[in-house]
């Protein structure tokens, strides 16, 4: 006779903790779908505690942007016994496979040059010798 298996949900349901978890996940991605369309695709996370909902935004723009709709945010999650609402950005972390790092940029000989004969001019002492560490930077030429 073979074995049906269950689905991990079913398995969590089981369990207080975990069955408390899925439900405010449940609850939350609900909230997230009656935000404005736009507004919706940009939101990274939202979190609920004692009436203040904090959405998190992909960008400054979006957050200006949710700022202006706040009336009807609070209108859409009435249902919700939303009561304030936060913003805050978000930053999605950068898949270092996805973009990798960026070869560190040199100096020419020739702009080396022109910073020492630059900090050669200065009556400073600190920018001749922030001028002078700066041409230390150049690549050397390859013979």
Same mark, same amino acid.
């Given at each position: ?9 079913? %398995?969590?349901?089981? %369990? ?23 507004? @919706? ?7 609920? !505690?004692? @009436?203040?909902?904090?959405?998190? =935004?992909? !960008? ?7 700022? =202006? ?9 009435? !249902? ?6 936060? =913003? ?19 100096? !020419?000989?020739? $702009? ?25 930077? $150049? ?5």
């Amino acid at each position: 006779m073979r074995q049906r298996f269950q689905h991990i949900r079913d %398995h969590l349901q089981q %369990h207080a903790e975990a069955r408390a978890q899925l439900d405010q996940a449940a609850h939350l991605a609900a909230m997230r779908a009656q935000l404005p369309d736009a507004l @919706g695709a940009h939101c990274l996370d939202l979190t609920l !505690s004692n @009436g203040r909902l904090t959405l998190f =935004f992909d !960008s400054t723009a979006w957050l200006t942007r949710a700022r =202006f709709l706040v009336g009807d945010i609070l209108t859409s999650l009435k !249902s919700y016994h939303v009561e304030e609402v936060r =913003f805050q950005v978000k930053l999605p972390e950068p898949d270092p496979q996805i973009a990798p790092r960026r070869p560190r940029a040199h100096l !020419s000989e020739t $702009a080396a040059h022109h910073l020492l004969e630059a900090a050669a001019q200065q009556s400073d002492p600190h920018l001749r010798a922030t001028l002078q560490r700066l041409a230390r930077l $150049a690549k050397p030429v390859a013979d």
